[in-house]
């Protein structure tokens, strides 16, 4: 295994603290499975508020996760999808998502 320096866990931080917000990971999660409304995000993340979403949908933006698109209809739609960025974030998350699934099971059967 790889040794991970002092400047490669000062790199990660940032990226695991913004992940590790309430929600960020859900709400990428859902954007990742096709959700691109507002509106489609609440309905699949359980228990996450509108206001909620409006804030973590800001920080997930300008961490350049996440891009805001106008479309302009009447009325107006806004859209929201990863960027190549974010997309590249799911990927290296799935891992950290199959270790958690694997302990959970390991902790249930023993």
């Given amino acids: 295994m790889e040794l991970i320096d002092d400047e490669m866990c000062r790199r990660i931080n940032p990226v695991m603290e913004l992940v590790g917000q309430r929600w960020a990971s859900s ?12 509106t489609q995000v609440t309905a699949t993340v359980e228990g996450l508020s ?9 920080e997930l933006q300008h961490a350049g996760l996440v891009e805001r698109t ?39 059967a023993g």
């Fill in 50 to 58: 509108d206001r909620m979403l409006a804030k973590r949908l800001k």
């Fill in 27 to 38: 709400i990428l999660l859902a954007l990742g499975r096709g959700a691109t409304r507002f």
């Fill in 70 to 108: 106008i479309v302009p209809t009447t009325p107006v739609q806004v859209r929201y999808t990863l960027t190549e960025r974010g997309r590249s974030l799911i990927v290296a998350m799935q891992p950290l998502m199959r270790w958690t699934h694997a302990d959970a099971v390991e902790r249930a």
